[in-house]
Protein backbone atom coordinates (compact mmCIF):
# COMPACT_ATOMS: atom_id res chain seq x y z
CA UNK A 1 0.00 0.00 0.00
CA UNK A 2 1.95 3.44 -1.10
CA UNK A 3 2.44 5.37 1.95
CA UNK A 4 0.21 8.42 0.71
CA UNK A 5 -2.90 6.36 1.01
CA UNK A 6 -5.37 8.94 2.98
CA UNK A 7 -3.03 11.35 3.06
CA UNK A 8 -4.18 14.83 2.42
CA UNK A 9 -2.22 16.63 0.03
CA UNK A 10 -2.85 20.58 -0.16
CA UNK A 11 -1.66 21.53 -4.48
CA UNK A 12 -1.75 24.72 -5.55
CA UNK A 13 -1.10 25.83 -9.43
CA UNK A 14 -1.19 28.67 -12.02
CA UNK A 15 -0.84 31.95 -11.79
CA UNK A 16 -2.51 34.72 -9.36
CA UNK A 17 -4.45 37.23 -10.60
CA UNK A 18 -3.95 40.65 -9.87
CA UNK A 19 -6.60 42.99 -10.63
CA UNK A 20 -6.04 46.71 -11.79
CA UNK A 21 -10.22 47.04 -11.30
CA UNK A 22 -13.38 44.39 -11.73
CA UNK A 23 -12.17 43.63 -15.55
CA UNK A 24 -8.36 44.44 -16.15
CA UNK A 25 -5.35 42.81 -13.98
CA UNK A 26 -1.77 40.96 -14.50
CA UNK A 27 -1.10 37.20 -14.37
CA UNK A 28 2.07 35.40 -15.57
CA UNK A 29 2.07 32.59 -18.18
CA UNK A 30 1.52 29.07 -15.39
CA UNK A 31 -1.35 27.43 -17.13
CA UNK A 32 -1.05 25.13 -14.26
CA UNK A 33 -0.14 22.15 -15.96
CA UNK A 34 2.75 20.90 -12.98
CA UNK A 35 -0.44 21.31 -10.76
CA UNK A 36 -2.40 19.03 -12.78
CA UNK A 37 0.20 16.30 -13.43
CA UNK A 38 0.96 16.33 -9.65
CA UNK A 39 -2.41 16.24 -8.60
CA UNK A 40 -3.16 12.92 -10.77
CA UNK A 41 0.02 11.40 -9.38
CA UNK A 42 -0.92 11.98 -5.91
CA UNK A 43 -4.65 10.50 -6.38
CA UNK A 44 -3.09 7.46 -8.18
CA UNK A 45 -0.93 6.84 -4.79
CA UNK A 46 -4.17 7.01 -3.01
CA UNK A 47 -3.69 10.66 -1.42
CA UNK A 48 -7.05 12.98 -0.69
CA UNK A 49 -5.87 15.80 -2.76
CA UNK A 50 -6.61 19.53 -2.51
CA UNK A 51 -6.49 20.85 -5.93
CA UNK A 52 -5.96 24.98 -5.19
CA UNK A 53 -5.96 26.59 -8.86
CA UNK A 54 -5.41 30.35 -10.09
CA UNK A 55 -8.36 31.65 -12.06
CA UNK A 56 -7.02 30.54 -15.82
CA UNK A 57 -5.36 27.48 -14.73
CA UNK A 58 -5.94 23.99 -15.80
CA UNK A 59 -8.36 21.26 -13.86
CA UNK A 60 -6.77 18.12 -13.34
CA UNK A 61 -8.62 15.16 -15.25
CA UNK A 62 -10.24 13.85 -12.53
CA UNK A 63 -11.01 16.51 -10.70
CA UNK A 64 -14.20 15.12 -9.83
CA UNK A 65 -12.47 12.96 -7.07
CA UNK A 66 -10.62 15.96 -5.81
CA UNK A 67 -11.33 18.63 -3.45
CA UNK A 68 -11.17 21.73 -5.84
CA UNK A 69 -10.60 25.53 -4.70
CA UNK A 70 -9.88 28.70 -6.93
CA UNK A 71 -8.14 31.52 -5.45
CA UNK A 72 -8.07 34.82 -7.61
CA UNK A 73 -4.57 37.10 -6.37
CA UNK A 74 -1.75 36.01 -4.20
CA UNK A 75 -3.34 37.61 -0.62
CA UNK A 76 -6.62 35.56 -1.61
CA UNK A 77 -4.58 32.19 -2.18
CA UNK A 78 -2.49 32.80 1.20
CA UNK A 79 -5.69 33.41 2.74
CA UNK A 80 -6.84 30.50 1.97
CA UNK A 81 -4.44 28.31 2.48
CA UNK A 82 -3.85 30.22 6.33
CA UNK A 83 -7.64 29.13 6.83
CA UNK A 84 -7.41 25.10 5.60
CA UNK A 85 -4.12 24.80 7.74
CA UNK A 86 -5.84 26.19 10.90
CA UNK A 87 -9.29 24.20 10.26
CA UNK A 88 -7.93 20.74 9.30
CA UNK A 89 -4.77 18.29 9.37
CA UNK A 90 -2.93 18.86 6.19
CA UNK A 91 0.18 16.30 5.74
CA UNK A 92 1.73 17.70 2.30
CA UNK A 93 1.39 21.18 0.77
CA UNK A 94 3.19 21.47 -2.62
CA UNK A 95 2.95 25.04 -4.07
CA UNK A 96 3.10 24.42 -7.51
CA UNK A 97 1.37 28.11 -8.27
CA UNK A 98 3.35 30.74 -9.94
CA UNK A 99 2.79 33.70 -7.61
CA UNK A 100 2.99 37.52 -8.51
CA UNK A 101 5.78 39.21 -7.22
CA UNK A 102 3.89 42.92 -7.07
CA UNK A 103 0.02 43.62 -6.68
CA UNK A 104 -1.50 47.21 -6.57
CA UNK A 105 -0.73 50.07 -4.51
CA UNK A 106 -2.42 52.73 -6.12
CA UNK A 107 -3.49 53.80 -9.67
CA UNK A 108 -3.75 57.49 -10.66
CA UNK A 109 -5.09 59.43 -13.80
CA UNK A 110 -2.86 61.42 -16.25
CA UNK A 111 -3.38 64.31 -14.05
CA UNK A 112 -2.02 62.27 -10.62
CA UNK A 113 -5.54 62.30 -9.12
CA UNK A 114 -6.27 59.03 -7.43
CA UNK A 115 -8.71 56.41 -9.14
CA UNK A 116 -10.49 54.91 -6.21
CA UNK A 117 -13.48 53.88 -8.70
CA UNK A 118 -14.45 50.11 -7.97
CA UNK A 119 -15.53 49.38 -11.17
CA UNK A 120 -13.97 49.83 -14.42
CA UNK A 121 -11.37 52.26 -15.67
CA UNK A 122 -11.30 54.84 -18.44
CA UNK A 123 -10.10 53.79 -20.87
CA UNK A 124 -9.43 57.18 -23.21
CA UNK A 125 -6.18 57.33 -21.53
CA UNK A 126 -3.79 54.95 -19.64
CA UNK A 127 -3.62 54.94 -16.10
CA UNK A 128 -0.34 55.31 -13.94
CA UNK A 129 -0.18 52.40 -11.99
CA UNK A 130 1.87 52.25 -8.17
CA UNK A 131 2.89 49.20 -7.57
CA UNK A 132 3.83 47.26 -4.50
CA UNK A 133 5.74 43.89 -2.89
CA UNK A 134 3.54 40.63 -3.08
CA UNK A 135 3.52 39.02 0.32
CA UNK A 136 5.64 35.59 0.34
CA UNK A 137 3.54 32.88 1.29
CA UNK A 138 5.92 30.08 1.30
CA UNK A 139 8.05 31.70 4.42
CA UNK A 140 4.44 31.37 6.00
CA UNK A 141 3.32 27.96 5.70
CA UNK A 142 5.53 26.09 8.50
CA UNK A 143 4.61 29.09 10.55
CA UNK A 144 1.08 28.20 10.43
CA UNK A 145 1.84 24.29 10.35
CA UNK A 146 4.66 23.38 11.66
CA UNK A 147 4.68 19.82 11.05
CA UNK A 148 3.30 19.72 7.50
CA UNK A 149 5.48 18.18 4.82
CA UNK A 150 6.42 21.52 2.57
CA UNK A 151 7.15 21.46 -0.79
CA UNK A 152 8.33 24.71 -2.82
CA UNK A 153 9.27 25.36 -6.54
CA UNK A 154 11.78 28.16 -7.71
CA UNK A 155 11.94 29.44 -11.35
CA UNK A 156 14.70 31.17 -12.28
CA UNK A 157 15.18 33.14 -15.89
CA UNK A 158 18.64 31.14 -16.55
CA UNK A 159 20.13 28.12 -18.07
CA UNK A 160 23.47 28.14 -15.68
CA UNK A 161 22.18 24.63 -13.64
CA UNK A 162 24.91 25.62 -10.46
CA UNK A 163 23.18 29.08 -9.87
CA UNK A 164 19.25 27.36 -10.39
CA UNK A 165 19.87 24.67 -7.89
CA UNK A 166 21.96 27.60 -5.52
CA UNK A 167 18.74 29.12 -5.33
CA UNK A 168 16.52 26.46 -4.68
CA UNK A 169 18.71 25.78 -1.65
CA UNK A 170 18.20 29.01 -0.43
CA UNK A 171 14.59 29.35 -0.47
CA UNK A 172 14.34 26.01 0.84
CA UNK A 173 16.20 26.97 3.48
CA UNK A 174 14.46 30.21 4.14
CA UNK A 175 11.35 28.37 3.93
CA UNK A 176 12.58 24.96 5.49
CA UNK A 177 11.12 23.32 3.26
CA UNK A 178 11.80 19.66 2.73
CA UNK A 179 11.87 19.47 -1.02
CA UNK A 180 12.51 22.35 -3.53
CA UNK A 181 12.33 21.67 -7.40
CA UNK A 182 14.05 24.22 -9.21
CA UNK A 183 13.42 25.15 -13.29
CA UNK A 184 14.72 27.58 -15.87
CA UNK A 185 11.79 29.79 -17.41
CA UNK A 186 12.19 27.71 -20.37
CA UNK A 187 9.81 24.85 -19.46
CA UNK A 188 7.42 27.51 -19.60
CA UNK A 189 7.45 27.13 -23.47
CA UNK A 190 8.31 23.60 -23.80
CA UNK A 191 7.24 20.08 -22.16
CA UNK A 192 10.63 18.47 -22.00
CA UNK A 193 12.80 20.83 -20.02
CA UNK A 194 14.78 19.66 -17.04
CA UNK A 195 13.76 20.12 -13.55
CA UNK A 196 15.56 19.38 -10.59
CA UNK A 197 14.47 17.86 -7.44
CA UNK A 198 16.65 19.40 -4.22
CA UNK A 199 15.98 17.80 -0.90
CA UNK A 200 16.82 19.25 2.34
CA UNK A 201 19.94 17.02 2.78
CA UNK A 202 21.37 17.97 -0.31
CA UNK A 203 21.31 15.49 -3.14
CA UNK A 204 19.83 16.52 -6.76
CA UNK A 205 17.48 14.47 -8.94
CA UNK A 206 17.25 15.59 -12.67
CA UNK A 207 13.86 15.00 -14.18
CA UNK A 208 13.23 15.69 -17.97
CA UNK A 209 9.60 17.13 -18.35
CA UNK A 210 6.62 18.08 -16.44
CA UNK A 211 5.04 14.85 -16.23
CA UNK A 212 8.10 12.97 -14.87
CA UNK A 213 9.11 15.60 -12.53
CA UNK A 214 5.34 15.22 -11.20
CA UNK A 215 5.25 11.40 -10.49
CA UNK A 216 9.13 11.49 -9.22
CA UNK A 217 8.15 14.04 -7.22
CA UNK A 218 5.34 12.50 -5.85
CA UNK A 219 7.12 8.88 -5.67
CA UNK A 220 9.82 11.15 -3.84
CA UNK A 221 7.41 11.61 -0.73
CA UNK A 222 5.65 8.23 -0.44
CA UNK A 223 9.01 6.14 -0.65
CA UNK A 224 11.11 9.14 1.41
CA UNK A 225 9.85 11.59 3.42
CA UNK A 226 6.26 9.74 4.39
CA UNK A 227 8.06 6.62 6.34
Not at 32 to 43: D, F, V
Request: charge should be negative.
Amino acid sequence: MSMLQGKKVVITSGGTLEKWDRVRGHTNLSKGIMGCYLAEAALDEGAEVIYMHGYFAKLPTHQKQMRTMSFEGIEDLGEQLHNLLQQEKIDIVIMAAAGSDWVIDKVYNQSGIEMTEQGKMPSDEPPIIHFKKAPKILPKIKKWAPSVILVGFKLEATTDVEFLIERAKLRMESSHAQLMVANSSQSLYGSGEPHFIVSEHGSVMQVDGKEETAKKLIQYLSNELMI
